[in-house]
Nanobody
Framework: QVYLVESGGGTVQAGGSLRLSCAAS????????MKWYRQAPGKERELVAT???????IYEDVVAGRFIISRDNSRNRVSLQMNSLTIEDTAVYYC?????????WGRGTRVTVAS
């Protein structure tokens, strides 16, 4: 069974930083592409950042230059360092991966950016 468990959310002032973490189990973590998505109130879930098995990264324009995705294969963890946060970054953040054409999600961690 694949499990993804996010942590690190909370409330932060605009301009501040947070670091999210996702612990994965039930997969051969090092070979999987890992992604962070987010869903703001009243909006659809959107992709934020991707990290491949080789460590290559892709960022959506809205977070490029502010967010950093990284992975620790020795601990089966993927992280998202979020800097220069704005109120538009307020959302529930989800960790995601795919295995054998099945998409797996964590339960999410809530990030609230206060003005």
């Amino acid at each position: 069974q694949v499990y993804l468990v996010e942590s690190g959310g909370g409330t932060v002032q605009a301009g501040g930083s947070l670091r999210l973490s996702c612990a994965a189990s039930g997969i051969n973590f090092k070979i999987h592409t890992m992604k962070w998505y987010r869903q703001a109130p009243g909006k659809e879930r959107e992709l934020v950042a991707t990290i491949g098995s080789g460590g290559n990264t892709i960022y959506e324009d809205v977070v490029a230059g502010r967010f950093i995705i990284s992975r620790d294969n020795s601990r089966n963890r993927v992280s998202l360092q979020m800097n220069s946060l704005t109120i538009e970054d307020t959302a529930v953040y989800y960790c995601n991966t795919q295995s054998q054409n099945v998409s797996f999600w964590g339960r999410g961690t809530r990030v609230t950016v206060a003005s």
